[in-house]
DNA sequence: ATGTCATGTAATATATAGTTTACAATATTG
DNA sequence: CAATATTGTAAACTATATATTACATGACAT
């Protein structure tokens, strides 16, 4: 479940804390979303997405290897 | 939280019960999800997208009156 | 009319996202 | 170095996403 929320974060010079507080979570919740141990919720990636001016795909579509189907698009 | 699920099922000629099996949930979680009433994990948002061939943001981004935040991009 | 098919929705149960508290580890700065 | 800020993580708890079972309804054939 890789994203780039914590690099769009530091691009805004947020720390964790402040990207928590603006979310309505926790900073553990933030961390854990991070480092890819955790599969937000819609609305908290909306949240998120909201909190550092990024787009749902900037921050959460898996470009690289990842698994994506064969036949997309 | 409204999104565009049902619009691009329906494009691909798709019953609730194919996307379902398609995306490993229930009919009900789909038919939740399609009337909004439901905030659904990231993981199966993804597995919606790849099922139907659409991205996080065709599917899932609000661009409506919704409460965007005003400071957006 | 009757028989499927697709959908909406409710009740109860289970899995897991997110909280709380707490402590450790790693920057970073004086 | 010491002091402080930032982050990682763990255990026990709470909230909620999802499953299961079940019933109801409308569409559309036959």
Redesign the interface.
Known sequence: ?MNSVKHARMERGMTQVQLAEKTGVTRQTVSLIEKGKY?????L??SIC??V?K???QL???NEGEK??E???
């Not at 599969?39 to 609305?43: D, I, M, R, V, Y």
Request: charged share 25%; glycine share 4%; hydrophobic share 35%.
């Open positions: 479940m599969n937000p919720t819609l609305k990636c909306l909201y909190a001016g787009s749902l795909d959460f579509w898996v994506r189907e036949n997309y698009r």
